[in-house]
C-alpha cells in the first residue's frame, strides 16, 4: 500500500484534479503559485500532490486527470476558510447522487464482466433493502452489495444509513463495496470495507430520547481490501484489478453521527 501522506498533500491532490479538467500542468502549476486563493499551500506540498496522483495512475502521461472529482466532494477543500461554514448545498446533494448512481452502474458491468451468472440491481426497485445489488454464483456464493462511490482518490469516506447497518448486522452475505468512479464512467478501482471495523466505527445510541439515523465516516487504509469479496467468497479478487490502490490518507476513523 502507499504511504500516508499529509493532509495538505490531499488538498493539493484535489486541486490538481479540479483544474487539471481545464488546464494543462504548467499553467496549473503557474496558478498554484500565484493566485491567492491557493497560497494557503506551498510549491512544494502542489509537487507532492501531483507525484501521489502520478504514483496512483490518477492522471495521465499528458497530465490528465483520470478521476473528475465532484463539487460535494470538493466542498470541504473549498469552504475550510468560510465562515460560516456551508453544510449543504443542493448541487452537492445531486452531484454525489450522480457519482453514487455510476458507481453502481460501474460494479455491475464488472460483475456482468466477470460473468456472475445472477447479478440484480434491487436499488432500482426498492431503498428497502438495505443494500444495492445482489450477485451469486450459487446458493453457497452469494452477495448483498452495498455500494459506496467517490471521486475522490485521496480518502475514503461514506455515509452508512441506520437500515443499511441493521441489515448487514444480520445478513451475513451483506458486504460494502467502495468504487472509485473514474471520469468515463469506469470503476478504477473496487475495495470491500471491513465489516468489523464498521460494527466498530458506527456511534452508540444513548439512552431512549435519541437514536442515530445515519453516519458519516472517514475509512482507513487498514479497513480496506483490494477487491470485493464477501467473508465466504471473493467475486472480484483484487488481482483481477489492474488498477493501484487509493485512499490510504487517513490513518484513524472518524465517525460523526
Not at 506540498?45 to 504514483?55: H, K, N, P, T, V
Not at 475550510?80 to 460501474?106: F, I, M, N, T
Request: proline share 5%; net charge negative; glycine share 6%.
Amino acid at each position: 500500500m502507499p504511504s500516508l501522506a499529509t493532509e495538505s498533500t490531499r488538498r493539493a491532490a484535489l486541486r490538481w484534479l479540479s483544474e487539471l479538467r481545464v488546464a494543462g500542468v504548467p499553467r496549473v502549476r503557474v496558478l498554484f503559485a500565484n493566485h491567492p486563493r491557493y497560497a494557503d499551500l506551498t510549491p512544494a506540498q502542489y509537487a507532492e500532490g501531483f507525484a501521489w496522483l502520478r504514483s496512483m495512475g490518477m492522471v495521465t502521461e499528458a497530465g490528465r486527470p483520470v478521476v473528475e472529482v465532484c463539487e460535494g466532494e470538493l466542498w470541504d477543500d473549498v469552504t475550510a476558510g468560510a465562515v460560516p461554514r456551508v453544510l449543504w448545498s443542493q448541487a452537492a446533494e445531486d452531484a454525489k447522487r450522480v457519482v453514487g448512481a455510476a458507481g453502481e452502474q460501474a460494479l455491475l458491468r464488472l460483475l456482468r464482466q466477470r460473468g456472475v451468472p445472477h447479478v440484480r440491481h434491487v436499488a432500482a426497485e426498492s431503498d428497502a433493502y438495505g443494500y444495492d445489488i445482489e450477485a451469486a454464483w450459487s446458493v453457497s456464493e452469494r452477495a448483498h452489495i452495498e455500494v459506496k462511490a467517490t471521486t475522490d482518490p485521496t480518502r475514503l469516506v461514506v455515509h452508512l444509513t441506520r437500515h443499511e447497518y441493521e441489515v448487514m448486522s444480520a445478513d451475513a452475505d451483506w458486504c460494502l463495496a467502495a468504487v472509485l468512479v473514474g471520469s468515463d464512467g469506469s470503476a478504477a478501482s473496487v475495495a470491500t470495507v471491513d465489516r468489523r471495523w464498521l460494527h466498530s466505527a458506527v456511534p452508540a445510541d444513548r439512552g431512549r430520547g435519541g437514536r442515530w439515523e445515519s453516519v458519516r465516516l472517514t475509512v482507513p487504509t487498514c479497513a480496506l481490501t483490494p477487491g470485493l469479496a464477501t467473508e465466504a467468497w471473493a467475486l472480484l479478487p483484487g488481482w483481477l484489478l489492474s488498477s493501484a490502490p487509493v485512499w490510504a490518507f487517513q490513518s484513524s476513523p472518524q465517525a460523526f453521527a
